[in-house]
């Protein structure tokens, strides 16, 4: 009987002891006390942030993140948050942060139980060409009119565990197209509409480039060919000349008013 009580005993602190913390993001796990897990890769400058339940498993709640002196050199801890059912930190690598494996320390606590505490392990690692960007047409090509909508896709793709501001500029004039800021969260790819407003009839030559933390990622070259109506050919002048010698832009001024004639 004896033997049989410290056999259950032995089982319950075991159980005890090894209690599971549970990572929520940027992946799901429940690991036992001084587990390591890797978390994803990240970039240089990026900020990541690591959440896990508040159920300690020993009948009390997590209320206190921190993480050891395993932080490395200018890592900084940008904040820390309790929620409802949940922990988070959240970490910001420095733009010369060396491309590597680090381990952080994560250390669970609980503010009204100073004995109670544990910790995990987690990984990351810093690399490059996380993110990935790509442009296609999607207007027809010969379907071009002064005036109407032409359409381009963006897809991007963000391999990290952290999300991607990812700002998409042209050479074209701002009247044509405005410039648009796009974010797409961890390990996710979304697709974004560029639409651009062609308002001067001829061939425009020009190209997209796609910026994030000041690095131009990819670009993308295209040629539009415009097609004149009737009141755009003689209106293009308001908004810009067509593509061709300022020798003829007595006539373009006498087709701007002639527009306004037609637009009434």
Same mark, same amino acid.
């Given at each position: 009987?004896?033997?049989?009580?410290?056999?259950?005993?032995v089982?319950?602190?075991?159980s005890?002891?090894?209690?599971?913390?549970?990572?929520?993001s940027?992946?799901?796990?429940s690991?036992?006390f001084?587990?390591?897990?890797?978390?994803g890769?990240?970039s240089?400058?990026q900020?990541?942030?690591?959440?896990?339940?508040?159920d300690?498993?020993y009948?009390?709640?997590? =209320?206190?993140?921190? +993480?050891?002196?395993s932080?490395?050199l200018?890592?900084?801890v *940008?904040?820390?948050? %309790?929620n409802? &059912? !949940?922990l988070?930190?959240?970490?910001?690598?420095?733009e010369?942060a060396?491309?590597?494996?680090?381990?952080?320390?994560i250390?669970?606590s609980?503010t009204?139980?100073?004995?109670?505490s544990?910790?995990? =392990?987690?990984?990351v +690692?810093?690399k490059e060409?996380l993110?990935?960007?790509s442009? *296609?047409r999607?207007s %027809?090509?010969? &379907? !071009?009119?002064?005036?109407?909508?032409?359409?381009?896709?963006t897809?991007?793709?963000?391999?990290?565990i952290?999300?991607?501001?990812?700002t998409?500029k042209s050479?074209?004039?701002?009247?044509w197209?405005?410039?648009?800021?796009?974010?797409v969260?961890?390990n996710?790819?979304s697709?974004f509409?560029?639409?651009v407003?062609?308002l001067v009839?001829?061939k425009?030559?020009?190209?997209?480039?796609?910026?994030?933390?000041?690095?131009?990622v990819?670009?993308f070259?295209?040629?539009?060919?415009?097609q004149?109506?009737?009141?755009?050919?003689?209106?293009?002048?308001?908004?810009?000349f067509?593509?061709?010698?300022?020798?003829l832009l007595?006539?373009?001024?006498?087709?701007?008013?002639?527009?306004?004639?037609?637009?009434?």
């Open positions: 009987m004896k033997n049989a009580f410290l056999v259950v005993f089982v319950l602190l075991a005890f002891a090894f209690a599971d913390v549970k990572m929520l940027p992946i799901e796990s690991l036992i001084g587990a390591s897990i890797q978390a890769y990240v240089q400058g900020v990541f942030e690591l959440i896990f339940s508040d300690s498993g009948g009390q709640e997590w =209320n206190k993140l921190t +993480v050891a002196d932080l490395p200018n890592w900084e *940008v904040s820390t948050q %309790v409802d &059912a !949940s988070s930190i959240k970490i910001k690598v420095p010369n060396n491309l590597n494996f680090y381990v952080l320390k250390i669970f609980n009204n139980e100073p004995t109670l544990d910790f995990v =392990n987690v990984s +690692v810093v060409n993110l990935d960007v442009f *296609v999607a %027809v090509e010969n &379907a !071009s009119v002064v005036g109407e909508p032409i359409i381009y896709k897809v991007i793709s963000n391999s990290s952290a999300p991607y501001t990812v998409v050479t074209l004039p701002s009247n197209f405005e410039e648009k800021v796009f974010e969260n961890q996710s790819s697709e509409e560029l639409n407003k062609p009839y001829g425009q030559v020009f190209s997209f480039q796609a910026i994030s933390n000041k690095t131009i990819s670009s070259s295209s040629t539009l060919n415009i004149p109506t009737l009141k755009g050919k003689f209106s293009s002048v308001m908004t810009g067509p593509f061709f010698n300022f020798s007595p006539f373009q001024m006498f087709n701007s008013f002639f527009s306004l004639v037609l637009g009434n």
